[in-house]
């Protein structure tokens, strides 16, 4: 992707979100990311998009994709803009760029939470509202086991990791050791 590629993908996405953004729900920004990841994944797809004419094809291969992965209706809007001037290919990036504006925008940082043992639904809740509490932002999270952690918990974002665990202490007394 060359710059002036990634210039374009944040223009369509600014006006995306100029237009759009206050309708974003937080089920429907979910539903980005997993189109997303599903897009990245496959990228073949994005090969096939970069093929010249196709358009009806192209506009329901969007369509089957908005379909699986319960996206926003006005996200077709935005497909059938890039559809129409051949730039449906930008989409992986138009996205990415969506939701990084978009985060900022509402202030939300996503977070990995990973707990060595079954956590009920209300302590995940107590450790969203303390995530929410010390960054002073909405938290977006996913919940997932982690036996490795050993008697432990993991909160990870970009940009910030907070870890309590026996498998963190034995790894940071391993580093004492090694000096």
């Not at 990841?37 to 090969?47: A, V």
């Not at 939701?99 to 302590?123: A, C, D, N, P, T």
């Not at 509202?129 to 982690?146: E, N, P």
């Amino acid at each position: 992707m060359n710059r002036h590629e990634e210039i374009l993908a944040r223009r369509y996405a600014k006006a995306f979100l100029n237009v759009y953004g206050d309708q974003i729900t937080q089920d429907g920004y979910h539903a980005i990311v997993l189109a997303l990841r599903f897009l990245k994944e496959n990228r073949e797809i994005i090969t096939y998009f970069k093929f010249p004419r196709m358009h009806e094809e192209k506009k329901q291969a969007i369509q089957k994709l908005v379909k699986m992965f319960a996206l926003p209706e006005r996200f077709i809007s935005l497909t059938n803009l890039l559809c129409k001037q051949q730039r449906l290919y930008l989409l992986v990036v138009v996205l990415k760029v969506l939701l990084e504006l978009y985060r900022k925008e509402k202030g939300i940082m996503e977070f990995s939470i990973k707990s060595s043992h079954e956590l009920s639904e209300l302590q995940v809740k107590e450790i969203q509202q303390f995530l929410s509490i010390k960054t002073g932002k909405i938290i977006f999270y996913h919940y997932a086991l982690d036996k490795q952690l050993i008697a432990g918990i993991r909160l990870m974002s970009h940009s910030l990791l907070w870890e309590q665990s026996i498998a963190q202490q034995l790894r940071s007394a391993e580093q004492r050791l090694r000096l």
